[in-house]
């Protein structure tokens, strides 16, 4: 094995568990036995599309200024390639796209290179920006454009990200309120539907957000995109000690940001966004936010059923730190 790259690693985080040069995390979870899991899921042959459309959700979620994608034809030798018959001789017309696209507005994964923390890994005092498994702050300041050096997107899409997916109903256990949950609230939910959550399962938790986004048609109010729905309190001791032991491989929600945020209490040196320092930072788990889950959602619990088979690969875009999808879940 090669030599770490840390000499002190965070408290509760798994770095060097799956080797010192690791950039897969818990993903490493998603073994060929937890695929088998996922397709023996597969009853009726349903599909469900799990990602709103790329131009939701509209408005400014806490000033983050992440915009919707800016769609444009290319070019080419000053003629537009939209409805362009290149050569007069054929009959072939074409069309083709350039985007200009923000990986973290819509549905998307955060890559284990979104979220790090000030943290003193070699011991010399010094804390220095660190992520997953003791990798160093590595972008590339200056570059054009700068870009994940390690833990990029692309680790994940080469993974494959395929598995047996976990649905937990956090909507119809609490409704529209806003609502910080914690272990408590967490395993509520789970007894109601019966859910049992099992490592190496990728946890999908519905709290009727995207719905909701998706009904006001881009042009969101404050309320439904700050003050509503079901968020998980990452000041939790006992929550974050769950996400942990439960070993799951992946972790999506249908709101913004998985975790409550502003958190219900914000300690002054400490992590200001707990869940994304304990998966992304500390454990290597990949966090996915704004997923459309209610349509399979209602399906599942129409069905007595809580678990699906999930394939959810992120753009393979080398270096970037998030990537929009389009989850699928099939039943």
């Keep these: 094995m090669d030599a770490p790259r840390w000499t002190t690693r965070p408290d509760g985080s798994n770095w060097g568990a799956f080797g010192a040069d690791d950039q897969r995390g818990r993903l490493n979870l998603l073994t060929r036995e937890k695929v088998l899991q996922g397709v023996a899921e597969v009853r009726e042959g349903l599909v469900f599309c799990l990602s709103l459309p790329l131009d939701f959700p509209g408005g400014n979620y806490h000033d983050l200024q992440r915009q919707p994608p800016k769609l444009r034809p290319v070019v080419r030798n000053g003629r537009t390639k939209y409805n362009l018959q290149s050569q007069a001789q054929h009959s072939d017309i074409y069309c083709d796209d350039c985007v200009e696209l923000h990986t973290h507005y819509s549905t998307h994964w955060d890559a284990l290179a979104h979220v790090g923390a000030m943290f003193d890994a070699d011991g010399d005092g010094i804390a220095e920006p660190r992520y997953y498994n003791g990798y160093r702050g590595h972008t590339d300041i200056g570059g054009d454009p700068p870009a994940a050096r390690a833990l990029g ?39 109601a539907d019966g859910v049992e959550v099992e490592p190496g399962d990728i946890l999908c938790l519905h709290t009727g957000q995207a719905a909701a986004i998706l009904a006001l048609r ?19 001791a006992r929550l974050l000690r769950w996400i942990d032991d439960s070993g799951i491989a992946a972790l999506a929600a249908d709101n913004f940001a998985v975790e409550a945020v502003p958190p219900r209490q914000a300690v002054c040196g400490a992590a200001y966004e707990p869940i994304h320092e304990l998966c992304l930072f500390k454990l290597g788990l990949p966090l996915g936010e704004l997923w459309y889950l209610t349509e399979l959602s209602a399906w599942l619990k129409a069905h007595g059923r809580t678990r699906f088979l999930l394939t959810a690969p992120p753009l393979r875009l080398p270096g970037a730190v998030g990537s929009p999808l389009t989850p699928i879940a099939t039943v």
């Excluded at 080469?158 to 119809?172: K, P, S, T, W």
């Excluded at 995109?225 to 309190?233: G, K, R, V």
């Design 153 to 191: 997107i692309e680790t994940m899409a080469e993974a494959g990200v395929q598995g047996r997916g976990v649905m937990i109903d956090l909507f119809a256990a609490f409704g529209r309120t806003r609502r910080v949950v914690g272990y408590d609230d967490l395993m509520r939910a789970c007894a």
């Design 218 to 236: 881009r042009d969101p109010d404050r309320e439904t995109l700050e003050d509503a729905f079901c968020h998980l309190d990452g000041t939790d």
